[in-house]
Nanobody, 126 residues
Framework: QVQLVESGGGLVQAGGSLRLSCAAS????????MGWFRQTPGKEREFVGV????????YYADAVKGRFTISRDDAENTVYLRMNSLKPEDTAVYYC???????????????????WGQGTQVTVSS
């Protein structure tokens, strides 16, 4: 049974930083690309970024490019989302996800992912 557990969310002032973690279990973690999404009330879930299984390539949404970085530690079965220069519009629930085998790079749409975490709230105050 695949489980993804996000942590590290919280309240931060604009311009600040946070690092989210996503601990995975029940799968061969190193075999999968890992993605991050976010969602605000009343809106659809939005792609943030994706990292290859090797950790050697990544792809980000324009809204976060240059500010957010995804990394992974396969020994810990954990993927991270480092968020710098946070803005109030980054406020959302953030989700990690495991890509669907056979999906095409970059895995942007939600249907390219099979498993999701429960999410962690990030609030950026102005």
């Amino acid at each position: 049974q695949v489980q993804l557990v996000e942590s590290g969310g919280g309240l931060v002032q604009a311009g600040g930083s946070l690092r989210l973690s996503c601990a995975a279990s029940g799968l061969t973690f190193s075999s999968y690309h890992m993605g991050w999404f976010r969602q605000t009330p009343g809106k659809e879930r939005e792609f943030v970024g994706v990292l290859t299984r090797s950790g050697g390539n990544s792809y980000y949404a324009d809204a976060v490019k240059g500010r957010f970085t995804i990394s992974r530690d396969d020994a810990e079965n954990t993927v991270y989302l480092r968020m710098n220069s946070l803005k109030p519009e980054d406020t959302a629930v953030y989700y990690c996800a495991v890509d669907r085998p056979g999906s095409s790079w970059p895995q942007v749409p939600e249907y390219d992912y099979d498993y999701w975490g429960q999410g962690t709230q990030v609030t950026v105050s102005s």
